[in-house]
């Protein structure tokens, strides 16, 4: 399928949603279908109040609309609930298209955190964009119960896990550093939501490293010099992070799932997190690391579990088998030119009266210009229209026999555009090679050769014997 992805978070934001969308990308894209991503990096952006390294789409709604008018796409997933993605679902709902949607972030919670909205509204909010969607993909069964406890409807909430890159994220040399051991470590985006404070306050032995970036990175620095911020490092980087780190810490309250808890354990190393969304479902009853309230000692008890454990928990998840959950939710939008497709569908059917007749002249024009300029054939025929067509207007016969020659002339060039409008659609679906394919352009080819013996044999028989 050609699968269209429209996203408000993207590079250069390094987060969960991003790092997930990629790695979606990457396995469909593996399993043979065509991604097209929609994001910011298309548009004029603006920064977000109060978090200005995520960028916002200034006014998207025109360019979304003809980006998915053009793209045609077989099936539409909208990642986020931000500018792109209301101006995607209102694409959708205006043409009764289905789509699909994402719960990533606790978007409610984040919020509240930042401008003290209620949850209430972010919620009401939340029910209406997904409310629409076919099928709300969420990362757990947690966020799941927690959402049907909103309003959500039961019934399209489908959990899609997540997965993690064992190749990049496996066991192996630490990252060179020299600080006093044990090592306590912390990865993400460093902001109020994070709940690093839990962490950088606790009372803990060793050294306590954070990896990322955010608008909390300034105070956190002033506040406890003692640690080491890293700012944001390439996987390759955090992969020697995690292996010279002696246990993860993940102080989060209010994260859908973690990917991070799942690159940390890949690499061998175990986790200190609350028993809360996230961690609860991504560590389970592994052993892998250790849930509890009290984090402190959550993070004293992890340095006693073997790195063998975790590395084995995080091989029970896959990103090929996250993308096959994706695709079998995904929902095939039916187009009015395809059996049962309705005529409300289509965005190019919406003109009527003059409007009507000059988009059709429009369009008209159009395709003359590009079979002129992409087929040879049809300027071949075209040059030979010039030189019959003046030809049967001088010759001394009947109006209907002038008529007949012009007739056959013109109904060679009809034929050659309907042939390749054939090739056209043929090619879009597919340049593989196919006998049913093969034999759709066959049929044109046998068209146009039969139109063009009818323009020989007229010719012959009305004009031959005034011209030979």
Known sequence: MKIVIVTDAWEPQVNGVVRTLKQTRHELEAMGHEVRLLTPLDFTTLPCPTYPDIRLALFPGQRVRRFLDEQRPDALHIATEGPLGLAARAWACRLKVPFTTAYHTRFPEYVHARIR????????????????????????????????????????????????????????????????????????????????????????????????????????RRRYPEARFTGVLSQAELASLYNAADVFVFPSRTDTFGLVLLEAMACGCPVAAYPVSGPVDVIGDSDAGVLSEDLRSACLQALTIPRERARAHAETFS?????????????????????????????????????RILNAWHHSRRGLRQAWRHESAFRQ?????????????????????????????????IVELLNSGIEAAVDRISLESHRLAGRAKDYGSAAVLLALALCATTWLTLAGPLLL
């Open 117 to 220: 909205l209620p949850l209430t509204v972010s919620y009401r909010f939340l029910r209406w964009f997904h409310g629409a969607a076919s099928a709300v993909l969420v990362p757990t069964r947690v966020v799941r119960e927690d959402l049907a406890r909103h309003g959500f409807d039961p019934a399209r909430l489908v959990i899609w896990s997540r997965g993690v890159d064992l190749e990049i994220f496996r066991p192996g040399p630490p990252l060179p550093n020299d600080a006093k051991p044990p090592v306590f470590l912390c990865v993400g985006r460093v902001a109020v939501e994070k709940n690093l404070d839990a962490f950088l306050s606790l009372e803990l032995p060793g050294t306590k490293w954070v990896a990322g970036d955010g608008p909390a990175l300034a105070d956190l």
């Open 319 to 355: 990103w090929r088998a996250a993308a096959e959950t994706f695709v079998a939710n995904l929902q095939p939008i039916r187009y009015p030119d395809a059996p049962g497709g309705g005529e409300d569908v289509s965005p190019y059917k919406g003109a009527r009266g003059l409007r």
């Open 381 to 413: 025929e075209v040059t030979l229209a010039a030189v019959l067509l003046p030809v049967a207007a001088l010759l001394p016969i009947e109006p209907v026999a002038r008529l007949a020659l012009a007739g056959s002339v013109l109904l060679v060039l």
